[in-house]
């Protein structure tokens, strides 16, 4: 981790050592208080930072659609994470993590692809291009048995050579998003995961939270994904039927991506500059245990 660090803040940004700068962090969902301890020790014990601020990501990626209440739906490299936010602060008791995420379909593609080109050697980066290029959402689960029975085939020359053939392999990768069972798992689809999610909360922070939900990771910009969800969350009861907020049209198409660093960096002008971070001589007076009365 030490050395990781001093590669992106000496060599990829620029830091001069003697003059390092100030630094905000994303927390992943849950982040334990000592991981957090840990994180703010080493940034002023090693690197010697001059300001501290960390904030959780799923209320950065709110902040950057100009929002502080939502909920976030991140489907991240190994886990998809659902989060209320009521007024900046994530409701953690109501979160909920699954552990499948983008590589579990990507390994997912792999195998229906070994099954229709048994003689193609992929590795899992060449299968991961390929679920970015081709992978997509059926309109509904009926549009999808369809698919399955009948669907347009596409040749593809992978790098080295090798032509592949894809079918209905490129619907079940987003299928299985909302048909777990595809997986082997016995849970339910992301929108009734989310639906489910937000009637754990308080029932007068429902209306705030379903009318602002946002969508993150890579996997979502997936083509037919948003139209997907937004169709099967039209099928939930009025009275609990989210809604997706749609980026601001001055932010970048691919938002999704990066949507925590984004409200990070919108963050970061806020509260360096008003000094609410955490400086040397906070870090000095209290230790580690300031980032949990400071950073939230």
């Not at 016995?186 to 007068?204: D, F, M, P, W």
């Not at 946002?214 to 037919?224: A, H, I, K, Q």
């Not at 970048?252 to 970061?268: F, K, Q, V």
Request: aromatic residues 8%.
């Amino acid at each position: 981790m030490e050395d990781l660090l001093h590669h992106v803040l000496y060599a990829g940004l620029g830091w001069e050592e003697g003059n390092e700068g100030q630094i905000l962090f994303t927390d992943p969902l849950c982040s334990p208080k000592a991981v957090r301890e840990q994180l703010v020790q080493l940034m002023f014990e090693t690197f010697n930072i001059s300001g501290f601020y960390s904030s959780e990501q799923a209320v950065l990626s709110l902040y950057a659609v100009g929002r502080i209440s939502g909920c976030t739906v991140d489907i991240g490299h190994g886990k998809i994470d659902i989060a209320p936010v009521i007024e900046g602060a994530v409701q953690h008791i109501a979160s909920r993590r699954f552990e499948v995420g983008g590589m579990d379909l990507t390994k997912l593609l792999a195998q229906e692809l070994g099954k229709t080109n048994p003689s193609v050697n992929l590795s899992l980066y060449d299968v991961e291009k390929l679920k970015e290029q081709f992978s997509c959402c059926a309109e509904d689960e009926l549009a999808y048995e369809k698919t399955q029975k009948s669907c347009e085939i596409e040749q593809h020359t992978l790098p080295d050579g090798q032509v592949i053939r894809i079918g209905k392999e490129r619907y079940t990768v987003g299928e299985a998003l909302f048909q777990p069972s595809i997986l082997g798992l016995e849970a339910h689809g992301i929108v009734e995961q989310l639906v489910h999610t937000i009637s754990t909360v308080s029932s007068e922070n429902h209306r705030q939270l379903l009318e602002n939900t946002v969508l993150c990771g890579g996997t979502t910009s997936m083509t037919g994904f948003e139209d997907r969800f937004q169709k099967e969350a039209g099928l939930c009861s009025s009275a609990i039927r989210p809604t997706l907020v749609k980026p601001p049209e001055y932010m970048p198409e691919n938002l999704t991506l990066y949507s925590a660093w984004i409200g990070g960096a919108i963050l970061a002008k806020v509260v360096f500059p008003q000094n609410q971070h955490i400086t040397k001589a906070d870090y000095d007076e209290s230790g580690p245990s300031v980032v949990h009365r400071k950073c939230f």
